[in-house]
Structure formats: C-alpha cells, structure tokens
C-alpha cells in the first residue's frame, strides 16, 4: 500500500490526513513512503510517533531517516496539549517551505482522559494550521482502538487515507464543534481532596499548602515542584483573569496520580491558549497556560458559562 498524499501544490494550503491502518506493514508502507517522498523532495520532516514504532520506521526509510527528525510520542506527547507548540516550532523553522509532519497522538494504550484531549488536539490542528503551507499526516491504528475515537477521526479531518486512497471524509465538521464535544463534564474530586480557597494576596499560602500537601505523595522531588509551580501559574491567572479568587483542590488517585484542580469565573477566549510558545517579549499571552501544559502529565481544560476549570495531573 502507497499513501497518493502530497505536499499542497498551492501556497498557504493545508493537508490533514487520517491514515487508518490494520497492520505494521500498512502502517510502515504508508508512512515510510509519505516520509521518503518529503526527503526525495528536500522538503523539511518531521516524524512524532510512539516509540516502539520509530526503530522499524528508521529501518524502513533507511538513508533517508538521516534527513528526518523523529520524537517520541509518548515523551512529546504525553500531555496532548503539548504537541502543537512543537509542530507549530518545526514549522516556523521551516520557513519559506513546505513541511511534511506524521503525528500519531492517539495510540490504544491512552486513557480515555488523554483520547479526549488529544481528539482535541486533533480539531484545533486545523485551526492553528489554516492558510499555512503543510501536511501533517496522522496514523490511526484501526483494530487497536474504539469506534467512537476512529468516527471522531473522521471528524477531525478533512481527508482520510483508506487502503492507500485518499478520500474528502463527510463527516468532518468545524473544530468548534468537535471541542465543544470535548468539553465532557469531569468526574467529581474525592471527597477527601484538600480545598483551598484562595484571594488576592493569598497565593503565598496556596503555594505554602501546596508543598506541604505534595511532599507526602509518591512524586518526586522534581515532580514536587513542578506541580507546585504549575498550581502557581494556575492560581496568578485566576486572579488576573478569573475575578480575583479562585479554588484550589489537590487529590491521590489509587494508582498514585496526583491531580491539582483550579476553578475560577474565568473565560478561555482562545482555545489556542498556551498551545504556542509564547513570544519571549509577551506580557501574557498564554505563557501560563503554556507553562502549564509543558509540567503536567495531562491537562483537562472545561470551559462553561459558569467559569474555567483546569484539571492538571501528575504521575510519580
């Protein structure tokens, strides 16, 4: 099986496929030859897939994987709110040419928390994306996964590649739909949680709770103070953005996962927010946020009515 997909032969044109497969031979077949066909091109490539994928990959491209920058998925992506800062970065270093990207942020070892965020991720690719000249190809392993994740797929991208064909999908709609879909109400905290109320002036407290409550988990050292740090970022935005207070829950789960929620009256106007690096001359600009999706190991964001709510989790 060949992938037909090409570089966008007009300027400021953007391709998004899905690639659904069966099988590793599938899989290697297509993928290895979307990625030959950038390098025989001199185009810039970039591959982010799991890595018990990227060494057959590599044997599959042979010399050609020299002129390719590969990344591990479950590393880059763990939290998908962090893969588009980094096809967003290759891009712009990219400049003047036309890019060609596999990402493979959906995998069948993700929860379903982390399938949401990265269905997510999927939508807002097409934002983040429109008008720029690029492909990004994103594999879809078709056995492995369910069906609501293969028709959310559809969804989330223009055209899909089925048995080496491309084809327009007709259920592919806006992504403001499909993150509305997203913005699935998130399971009540224990009833145990730590709750901290906090106002202006009071973030020396939360960040002094926050480390005395932390210290007593199974996390790190390191772990610790990346937590405590994306909680501070969390709690200043609520009082610049959130109507000066806020509430801060801190839980265990079972397994040992540390989870921090922030709820505020605050608004997302920008689903983009903390999706790109921030400019180093920004005042604000979503650095935040981005901080936030960089330390954590899964970001929930809700927006409702009502106000925001940030769920950030932390594995030991």
């Known amino acids: 099986m060949t992938t037909t997909v090409t570089t966008p032969a007009a300027s400021g044109s953007f391709v998004h496929p899905a690639l659904f497969y069966n099988t590793q031979d599938e899989y290697l077949r297509a993928v290895g030859g979307f990625v030959r066909a950038a390098v025989d091109a001199d185009e810039p490539a970039f591959v982010a897939i799991p890595g018990d994928s990227l060494g057959p990959l590599r044997d599959e491209l042979g010399d ?63 934002t983040a994306f429109a008008h720029r000249d690029a492909t990004i190809l994103c594999p879809y392993f078709v056995p492995g996964l369910p069906e609501h ?25 806006d992504a403001s739909v499909v993150c509305g879909d997203c913005d699935q109400p998130l399971p009540q905290p224990p009833d145990d949680a730590l709750t901290v109320l906090y106002t202006t002036g009071g973030l020396a407290d939360v960040r002094d709770r926050t480390v005395g409550w ?10 610790v103070a990346d937590l405590v740090l994306a909680v501070s970022e969390a709690t200043t935005n ?20 540390v989870t921090a929620e922030v709820s505020d009256a605050g608004h997302l106007a920008d689903p983009l927010s903390g999706r790109r690096r921030p400019a180093l001359a920004s005042a604000n600009g979503g650095r935040g946020l981005w901080m936030i999706h960089q330390l954590s190991d899964l970001v929930e964001i809700r927006a409702a009515s009502t106000g925001l709510t940030l769920r950030l989790h932390f594995t030991p």
């Open 64 to 126: 050609a994987a020299a002129a390719v920058e590969f990344a591990d998925m479950t590393v880059l992506g763990r939290n998908p709110g962090r893969i588009l800062s980094a096809l967003q970065g290759f891009a712009d270093r990219s400049a003047g040419r036309s890019p060609r990207i596999v990402g493979e942020p959906i995998w069948p070892a993700r929860t379903p928390a982390e399938l949401l965020e990265a269905t997510r991720h999927e939508a807002l690719i097409n």
């Open 149 to 173: 994740v293969i028709a959310d797929a559809r969804r989330t991208h223009p055209t899909l590649i089925l048995d080496g064909q491309d084809h327009l999908s007709d259920a592919y709609v």
């Open 214 to 223: 932390a210290s007593r988990t199974a996390l790190t050292p390191g772990r």
């Open 238 to 257: 609520s009082l610049r953005h959130g109507g000066g207070s806020g509430t801060l829950r801190l839980w265990t789960a079972p397994e040992g996962t």
